[in-house]
C-alpha cells in the first residue's frame, strides 16, 4: 500500500492520526486494566455502556482517519477500522476476566464497544464522502 499525500496545510498528517490512534488505545489499555478501588461515581444507569460506546466510537474514528492516508477504498477503511476494534475490545474484556480481579469482562460492555465501533465508522464515512463532494465540487 502506497501513502496518499494530499495537501498537508488542509488536515493534520499521517503521523497525527497515527499517534492519536496508537495513544487512544494505549489509554484505553490502562483504563480497562487498572485496578479499580472501590465503586466507581455513577450519574445514571448504563453509564458505563455509555462510556464503552464512546471510547470506542472514538477509537474506530481514529483508526479510520488513520487508515485514509492509505491508497484502499471506503469499504475496506470501513472494515479494518471495526475489525480492530471490536477484536482490541474483545481482548481487553477477555484480558479483564483473566488477569484482573476489580473487573469482569461482560458480553454487554463487548455489544457496547462494538455499537460504538460500528458508529464511528459511519460517522467517518459519511465525513468523508461529505469532504470528497466537497473536494470534487471545489476542483
Not at 491508497?71 to 477503511?77: D, H, L, Q
Not at 476476566?97 to 460504538?116: P, V
Request: proline residues 1%; charged residues 15%.
Amino acid at each position: 500500500m502506497r501513502v496518499e499525500h494530499k495537501d498537508r496545510s488542509a488536515r493534520p498528517s499521517f503521523t497525527t492520526w497515527l499517534l492519536a490512534a496508537v495513544s487512544w488505545s494505549l489509554a484505553l489499555i490502562v483504563l480497562s486494566l487498572i485496578p479499580v478501588q472501590g465503586h466507581a461515581l455513577r450519574l445514571f444507569a448504563g453509564q458505563d455502556k455509555l462510556v464503552h460506546f464512546l471510547s470506542y466510537l472514538l477509537l474506530a474514528w481514529l483508526v479510520s482517519r488513520f487508515l485514509s492516508y492509505f491508497s484502499i477504498s471506503s469499504i475496506k477503511t470501513f472494515i479494518y477500522s471495526m475489525v480492530y476494534a471490536v477484536l482490541f475490545g474483545a481482548l481487553l474484556e477477555l484480558l479483564q476476566s483473566s488477569f484482573t480481579q476489580s473487573r469482569s469482562g461482560e458480553l454487554l460492555d463487548l455489544i457496547a464497544n462494538a455499537t460504538g465501533a460500528l458508529c464511528g465508522c459511519v460517522i467517518f464515512c459519511l465525513m468523508h464522502r461529505s469532504s470528497s463532494k466537497h473536494d470534487n465540487a471545489n476542483s
